[in-house]
């Protein structure tokens, strides 16, 4: 990736950051921390190296992402509005009454959404299936899947992670936001993750360790996880919960839901410039 591109990126995870705080404070509350903390995976994915079609979303082949941490989809209604999937005047319409954009994901409802998810453990599950299919069907697409460090204490996390070995899914890419907080307090405290490369690496996953803010950092471990033939790949991104807004990010798990005023929300985007 040459220096203008990796402004480029930069410049749009500003802007996606800037959509986010005002979609949510537009509600007054919603899930802060965990989307601003995936905003630079999801702007390399999206602007530069999914296989999508905004004007056709349910092209056949394409590339599909699964936002397995499913309350993160502000972050994503974020992305799929600035890229064309629908007017991002829409994002004013989170979680109210005949929204197109419910606070979690749902693929009935949201142009782009490739799959449904809240119940956590779910959305890998389904990443899971859907690279099997996509083996089956010999269509060359990359299935991504997003789950949270919190997540990662769900049984069915691991169940999934032993499905994609035993199939030898390698077009299954998966990212944890592994931001080390969750609703109710750090991980550490709540069920202790760490080595969580370990495991991974222990369920038959390549595994990379990166800094998930750097945008090139991020976009080199897509490439390297492309090259893997007999496995799955996970990339492990070290996240800041509430990235971009130095407020949010000192309220640690507390920006898990929270209340974003009509001052809170000038205060953020001031934050962001």
């Not at 299935?143 to 999934?160: H, K, S």
């Not at 996953?205 to 033939?229: F, L, P, R, T, Y």
Request: aromatic share 6%; net charge negative; charged share 20%.
């Amino acid at each position: 990736m040459n220096k203008t591109e990796v402004i480029n990126l930069q410049d749009k995870s500003r802007h996606i950051r800037r959509l986010i705080i005002n979609e949510i404070g537009k509600l007054g509350v919603g899930h802060v921390g965990g989307s601003l903390s995936i905003v630079e995976a999801l702007v390399v994915l999206y602007y530069k190296e999914m296989n999508i079609n905004p004007a056709n979303p349910k092209m056949e082949g394409r590339d599909r992402f699964v936002l397995s941490k499913g309350h993160a989809g502000p972050a994503l209604y974020a992305v799929l509005a600035d890229r064309g999937y629908f007017d991002v005047s829409e994002l004013d319409t989170l979680n109210m009454p005949e929204t197109h954009l419910p606070s979690h994901c749902d693929m009935l409802k949201t142009p782009g959404i490739d799959m449904t998810a809240g119940s956590l453990g779910q959305g890998i599950s389904c990443a899971v299936g859907i690279a099997k299919a996509s083996k089956i069907k010999r269509d060359n697409a990359y299935i991504y899947a997003m789950v949270g460090d919190g997540e990662c204490q769900e049984g069915q996390v691991w169940e999934a992670a032993m499905a994609a070995a035993q199939f030898k899914l390698n077009n299954l890419i998966g990212f944890v936001d592994n931001n080390g907080l969750q609703i109710d307090g750090t991980t550490e405290e709540i069920i202790c993750l760490g080595p969580l490369a370990d495991k991974w690496t222990s369920f038959g996953w390549s595994v990379q360790c990166i800094d998930g803010h750097d945008v090139e950092a991020i976009d080199n471990a897509i490439i390297e996880a492309k090259k893997v033939q007999d496995k799955p790949s996970m990339i492990i991104l070290n996240t800041i919960k509430g990235k971009g807004v130095p407020f949010i990010e000192a309220m640690g798990s507390a920006n898990h839901s929270m209340p974003l005023s009509h001052e809170d929300t000038q205060r953020a985007l001031e934050e962001l410039k």
